[in-house]
């Protein structure tokens, strides 16, 4: 067991210190990377880039928020629809959002959970990373297409990859059906079981039976108190 944890620390000590040069390369800004400058070019990038990818989408993830696990799921069912070998690594932190199993689904896209070193996203052969948290540059995207920037960052997903854990023995629940997962999103939306049934199809009164189930899935004490939950609050 101690030979296994030894090989798991390697393999991060690698991946961190591929980020570690990454960061540096980001503060010499000597034309590896390029900064996407404005937050609609990020979020153009982040929303465009995985559907014109034809082999693989791998991100990882130092923080994942739902919003962000939100606005990634149907893109991300698209992709695997093309066969798309889509995976993701986050750090444990995001176990506390409770739907995070019912968006990344062992047998469509499969997600580990480890402390990850720094964020990333490989799409085919783009590579788009963040600053490093707590640095000066944190809050910065930037894409490169270097073959061999590319190629040691794959081999670092690889090494984390390989000593995470898959997210379903580490999870706080079993992950909700794709029905009860949009009945999930309208409650945090705020919406009535009207408004929930008529975007589905379905009749108020399944949505109702529903709403139950999910209250009874998070343990909660009612509708409200599912609802922080489902968004990731202990509250």
Do not use: K, Y
């Amino acid at each position: 067991m101690a030979g296994v944890d030894e090989e798991q620390a390697t393999r991060q000590h690698g991946a961190s210190a591929f980020f570690d040069a990454v960061q540096d390369l980001l503060v010499a800004d000597d034309g590896t990377f390029r900064l996407l400058g404005s937050q609609l070019e990020i979020a153009e990038h982040l929303r465009d880039l995985p559907a014109r990818t034809h082999t693989r989408v791998w991100s990882m993830a130092e923080r994942s928020t739902l919003g962000s696990l939100r606005r990634g799921h149907e893109e991300t069912m698209r992709s695997v629809e093309r066969g798309v070998d889509c995976r993701s690594l986050m750090s444990p932190f995001a176990v506390r959002v409770r739907l995070v199993t019912s968006f990344l689904r062992a047998e469509s896209s499969p997600c580990r959970i480890i402390l990850v070193p720094g964020s990333m996203l490989l799409a085919d052969d783009v590579l788009l990373v963040a600053g490093r948290r707590g640095s000066p540059i944190s809050t910065t995207i930037w894409r490169t297409e270097d073959p061999e920037v590319v190629r040691q960052a794959a081999a670092a997903f690889e090494d984390v990859w390989s000593a995470a854990r898959p997210i379903e023995e580490v999870a706080l629940l079993p992950a909700l059906e794709e029905r009860e997962l949009m009945v999930a999103l309208g409650m945090i939306d705020g919406d009535t079981d009207r408004e929930i049934a008529d975007r589905l199809g379905i009749a108020p009164r399944t949505v109702q039976v529903l709403v139950r189930r999910i209250i009874d899935w998070c343990g909660a004490r009612n509708r409200t108190h599912a609802v922080a939950l489902l968004a990731g609050s202990d509250a």
